[in-house]
């Protein structure tokens, strides 16, 4: 078990963010998509769609979605039918409609609802079981109807981040999400995955970090949401069972940094 510290807003937060154990993407549930991938490699699947990334979010952002639906409604709705903005003709649309919880006996009468590509998910997410397919239609591109997909995870609220990385596997995007003042400056150097390994290896640069996301954060409380919303992405993470060597060190680094704003911030009180 990760060892606890204490900060003085009574908060325990683990030490070290524990990785799971590595799952390989089951090929079949990609095969299940796109019977065409069956025999290609995943890590090549992973990188054609990130060069479609740009697409697949215009198609996501033409939706007119609601962003919630009352939990009592999830049982008469397999699918919806969203209208449509007008968008770019090589928009990619979503194939489903994720509806997140916590729990199927969560409290909250609400889940969030959340388009996205099956294909990005399967190829992605080992811990994921096989989607069903998705018998999508664009109505003369007025609306598009989508099956909707129930998914408990532990954190719908923090889904975002993981989920826009999954299309992008932007380290600088995930790291401005998951850190919001963290300088546009270091953010231009991680050009490569060695830099981020580099940043995470050396402790003066960590230092200044979080000395400077310490001395912008007005306060104990704001550095603790910023912590609890980084545990938060990375147990979403691991329950869909996410492996991507990367986003792995952005959330070592992004709690490195935190960690050591935290201190900064208690031994300046």
């Known amino acids: 078990m990760a060892s606890q510290q204490s900060y003085p807003s009574n908060v325990q937060l683990p030490r070290k963010l524990q990785r799971p154990q590595y799952i390989e993407v089951p090929a079949q549930n990609i095969a299940a998509i796109d019977p065409e991938l069956s025999h ?47 968008s770019g003709p090589s928009s990619s649309y979503p194939t489903h ?25 399967a190829s992605n997410c080992a811990s994921l079981p096989r989607l069903p397919p998705s018998a999508s239609s664009h109505g003369a591109t007025i609306s598009v109807t989508l ?17 826009t990385f999954l299309y992008t596997h932007s380290a600088p995007q995930l790291l401005s999400a998951l850190l919001p003042a963290i300088p546009g400056s270091f953010l231009s150097t991680l050009t490569s995955p060695q830099a981020l390994r580099s940043t995470l290896a ?15 954060a007005p306060g104990m409380g704001a550095l603790t949401n910023v912590a609890q919303n980084i545990a938060a992405v990375w147990r979403n993470a691991v329950a869909l069972g996410v492996h991507d060597p990367e986003l792995w060190h952005c959330l070592d680094l992004a709690w490195e940094v935190i960690l050591g704003a935290m201190n900064l911030g208690a031994g300046a009180r």
């Open 40 to 86: 290609v490699p995943v890590d090549y699947v992973r990188r054609g769609l990130k060069n479609q990334a740009n697409q697949m979010f215009s198609g996501i952002s033409a939706l007119q979605l609601s962003p919630s639906m009352h939990r009592s409604q999830l049982h008469h709705t397999p699918s919806l039918t969203i209208p449509i903005r007008p």
């Open 97 to 121: 409609i994720l509806a997140l919880s916590k729990s199927s006996t969560s409290s909250d009468p609400y889940v969030t609802l959340v388009p996205t590509h099956a294909l990005v998910l």
């Open 147 to 163: 099956p909707v997909l129930p998914l408990t995870i532990p954190a719908p609220a923090a889904f975002a981040p993981l989920h």
């Open 202 to 216: 050396s402790g003066p640069a960590l230092h200044t970090l979080s000395a400077h996301l310490m001395s912008s």
